[in-house]
């Protein structure tokens, strides 16, 4: 989706999504609008559905005719409830605004909001409605980005200090941070290309995983135990040129309950592909059929896009064929890829499987608006 930023209004609840089925025989896709998005062709605003649980339960964000992004949490059955994160810049035209990243199993939402300075703030939302806003220590720039909730309500992402650096963060449930770099991280900001650290997502035990760039600005994964023990590891054929490598800035990792992780790599020819990395460190590469094969194109991207990975095993992402348009796929268990679009999708944009191999994301329409949609096996 085209990067504006956050939102502040009360909470309302708004029932009966704007919701069409199309049945396939393999497949069956549910398109949704979150009420108040702006529809208007040519906005390329919309719906942009980001994060959901093992329930069904859907968080995401929207963004209104004042240009103003806007929280919410779709109910299992389909009801909405839209939110904004006290704080968050509601003026209209500012971009500003409330913009969820990831909501765990008993409902707990976290994610990013734009305050009337431009600044981005973390902000936990539990079940029952209430907010915590917070920032990590030391952060500046562009300021702190909430990427992934656990169950127990442990919380990862990244922010930027007053130079523009990125550095990874753990809030643990308690509300104490932790902040961490790989080893030889670039450390030149953002106007030198460096993108820095990012933790992208944490399961149950703790264990978080991400990605960081080197002083040569190339990729490789990282993983930090629950000690604060951090493992590098770079995926064999992974280029080492200048955005190349594994895991790119903006590329979330998935990662399950038993330690295993889905996400990118770039090789030298700078094309992308999937990877499996099984607990025990074994990797093994994929790519989807129809997958292009040129510079930015292939099963992946080089910026800005998810992995998703149950824990059955099943994996979802996005590939770009050879004309640089981007489709979903699902990757099963025993390694048979099966690639979709919703209906009138000119470029689908998968982020989450769940347990029961439902596949959340949005997609772009002809007239260039963004829509949710739910894949159901």
Not at 5 to 25: D, E, K, R, Y
Not at 107 to 121: E, K, P, R, V, W
Not at 220 to 227: A, D, E, M, N, Q
Not at 341 to 346: A, F, K, L, V
């Amino acid at each position: 989706m085209n990067s504006k930023t956050s939102a502040a209004i009360p909470a309302m609840v708004v029932l009966g999504a704007l919701a069409i089925s199309v049945q396939s025989p393999a497949q069956k896709i549910i398109t949704f609008d979150a009420p108040g998005a702006n529809m208007a062709a040519g906005s390329f605003d919309g719906t942009a559905a980001v994060g959901m649980n093992n329930l069904g339960a859907v968080t995401g964000f929207y963004i209104d005719a004042n240009s103003v992004y806007n929280g919410f949490f779709r109910s299992p059955e389909g009801g909405f409830t839209t939110f904004q994160a006290p704080g968050a810049n509601t003026t209209p035209g500012s971009f500003g605004g409330t913009s969820p990243t990831s909501i765990n199993d008993v409902g707990m939402i976290t994610g990013n909001y734009s305050d009337a300075q431009g600044l981005t703030h973390g902000f936990l939302r539990d079940k029952e409605g209430k907010f915590t806003t917070f920032d990590v220590k030391g952060a500046g720039g562009f300021g702190s980005f909430p990427i992934a909730i656990n169950l127990e309500g442990d919380i990862v992402g990244y922010y930027t200090d007053s130079n523009l650096e990125f550095y990874a963060f753990l809030r643990d449930r308690n509300g104490k941070f932790t902040t961490f770099a790989g080893p030889n991280v670039c450390v030149t900001g953002v106007s030198a290309g460096c993108y820095g650290n990012e933790a992208t997502n944490i399961n149950l035990l703790k264990t978080s995983v991400g990605n960081y760039m080197d002083v040569n600005l190339s990729g490789h994964g990282l993983i930090r135990s629950p000690g604060g023990t951090l493992t590098t590891y770079d995926v064999p054929g992974a280029g080492t040129g200048t955005y190349q490598g594994t895991g790119c800035p903006g590329c979330f990792a998935g990662f399950n309950v038993w330690g295993a992780i889905a996400a990118t790599y770039t090789d030298s020819n700078s094309v992308a592909h999937g990877y499996l990395r099984s607990p025990d460190g074994t990797i093994t590469t994929f790519d989807a059929p129809g997958a292009g094969t040129g510079v930015y194109q292939g099963t992946g991207c080089f910026s800005d896009c998810y992995v998703s990975l149950n824990d059955w095993g099943a994996i979802t992402g996005l590939y770009s064929d050879s004309n640089y348009v981007d489709h979903g796929y699902v990757r099963s268990p025993q390694g048979k890829i099966v690639t979709f679009d919703p209906p009138g999708s000119i470029g689908t944009f998968p982020f989450v499987i769940n347990n029961a191999g439902t596949v959340l994301g949005y997609y772009l329409d002809a007239n260039d608006v963004y829509h949710g949609f739910l894949r159901i096996p």
